[in-house]
């Protein structure tokens, strides 16, 4: 390739330092569209005949159907995507291959292709987040109702329903579905043309290979195109986040398949046994979940430190801002998958889920809140007075709907018999109707905005 200047080819070591095609042969689809858009426009502008120009794109539709059948062979001589598409090319239509590469260096191309794969990905994420959301409304409104202890500290705090934890999720998956639709925003702008870093002073239209390929437009500054890689960075930073949502999901499907809890039975299909211990189900599909995020995270640290210290323009370091991506998505992708199959398949145990919330005096706060409503008692003291109650309940091991009236006026007349319509756990979950509250009014109030926000029939 630049053996007008060098006399000797590389070292063995320096092929390989220096050979990306073992990764970035995953960007053929890319590589060949903007090639073919950059041919187009090449034969449009007058800058390469026609003639050249339909061999060119014969050619590299050629290439298409070969690697669609067989995959881009993996050539270290030929360094990366780019020679390994070009030198094929040459081989198949002989000088005019080298017409393709007039006004555009591989700085401009590698920024293009990468950036096409990113924005695919992006789509394919936003894709199964969708749909992990659907599976969480099928489960939510099944469940709107359903009453289980909600935690803070894991410790009992009040009772909520299993609809209104799903549909919390749901809201995480959201809020990264709109991160990536940000990234997808302001990535969609092309590079293609900046050529190696100062642009080109062939008479190139830049919207029109913009257009071509799908983006808002072309990019503005030369320099940054060619080194800019926060479409990749924010791929990740977005994955991360999502990736952080999915394994505190998981943790929670985790503590909820563990013995003590039996809040789920995991289905076959997603959890494995021992080798050693025949009454394990293990959830594994969770744990690596779990698992995931730490790798997907530390992919987001690996290109935030190749890319911290890089002057402008491109550098060869930009070469290793692939692996991290492709390794990202890969995990995310599958993450999705398995959180999305979990929540469809899953056995919840809604008798296990309401022992647990009325076994942890998760209606306390309903006794202390109807001490101000019906008594007039300042909080603080609706407070202490409650925790007489729970105190004793403890004591004589009973719920706190269980204690007789006589004891509660013992700990302060003021109480009667009302109360105890506030004590049970359907009650407490009837009465918190605020907005985004867990009163199953709320949770499928919630649930059918989110079903038309999705399209889903009501
Ligand atoms: N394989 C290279 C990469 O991924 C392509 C760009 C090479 N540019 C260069 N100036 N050596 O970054």
């Not at 700085?107 to 789509?123: E, G, H, P």
């Not at 043309?193 to 808002?216: C, E, I, K, M, W």
């Not at 926060?230 to 791929?235: S, V």
């Not at 003291?381 to 709907?401: N, S, Y």
């Amino acid at each position: 390739m630049w053996g007008g200047r060098f006399a000797e080819g590389p070292s063995a070591i320096m092929r390989e330092i220096n050979a990306s095609i073992p990764f970035d042969k995953r960007l053929w689809r890319q590589d060949i569209a903007g090639s073919r858009a950059h041919a187009a426009m090449l034969a449009a502008q007058g800058i390469v005949d026609a003639d050249a120009v339909s061999a060119i794109d014969g050619g590299l539709a050629e290439i298409a159907a070969l690697y669609e059948a067989e995959g881009p062979p993996e050539d270290l001589a030929l360094e990366d995507i780019h020679m390994t598409v070009e030198s094929k090319l040459s081989a198949l239509i002989g000088p005019d291959a080298g017409r393709l590469h007039t006004a555009r260096s591989r700085n401009d191309q590698v920024a293009t292709d990468f950036r096409l794969w990113v924005r695919d990905a992006i789509d394919a994420v936003l894709a199964g987040l969708e749909a992990f959301q659907r599976a969480l409304l099928v489960r939510a409104e099944e469940h709107a109702a359903t009453i289980m202890p909600g935690f803070t500290h894991l410790q009992v705090a009040q009772p909520v329903t299993l609809g209104h934890h799903l549909m919390a999720w749901y809201e995480m998956a959201g809020r990264d579905r709109s991160r990536f639709a940000d990234a997808r925003v302001r990535m969609n702008r092309s590079p293609l043309g900046s050529a190696a870093l100062a642009g080109t002073g062939f008479p190139v239209d830049r919207h029109a290979t913009a257009q071509a390929l799908g983006f808002d437009g072309p990019t503005d500054n030369s320099l940054d195109s060619v080194s800019d890689r926060d479409f990749a960075l924010d791929y990740l930073m977005s994955a991360t986040q999502c990736a952080l949502h999915l394994s505190r999901m998981a943790e929670e499907f985790v503590i909820w398949a563990s013995q003590p809890f039996g809040f789920v039975s995991l289905p076959d299909a997603y959890s494995t046994g021992s080798s050693i211990m025949p009454q394990k189900r293990n959830p594994d599909a969770a744990e690596l979940v779990r698992g995931h995020s730490g790798r997907i995270a530390g992919c987001m640290v690996a290109l935030t430190m190749t890319m911290k210290g890089l002057p402008l323009a491109y550098s060869k370091d930009m070469q290793d801002d692939k692996p991290p991506v492709f390794e990202a998505h890969d995990l995310l992708a599958l993450s999705i998958a398995a959180m999305t199959g979990m929540v469809e398949t899953t056995r919840f145990v809604p008798e296990r889920m309401r022992a647990a919330a009325e076994a942890g005096f998760s209606t306390a706060t309903d006794l202390a809140d109807w001490l101000v409503r019906e008594g007039g008692i300042p909080f603080r003291e609706a407070h202490h007075i409650t925790g007489h109650a729970v105190k004793l309940a403890e004591r004589e091991g009973v719920a706190l709907a269980a204690l007789p009236l006589d004891a509660l006026r013992q700990i302060d007349p003021r109480i009667d018999e009302r109360v105890y319509s506030v004590l049970t756990v359907d009650a407490s979950v009837a009465s918190r109707t605020s907005h985004g509250g867990t009163a199953p009014d709320q949770v499928r109030a919630r649930i059918a905005a989110a079903k038309a926000a999705l399209g889903v029939a009501a």
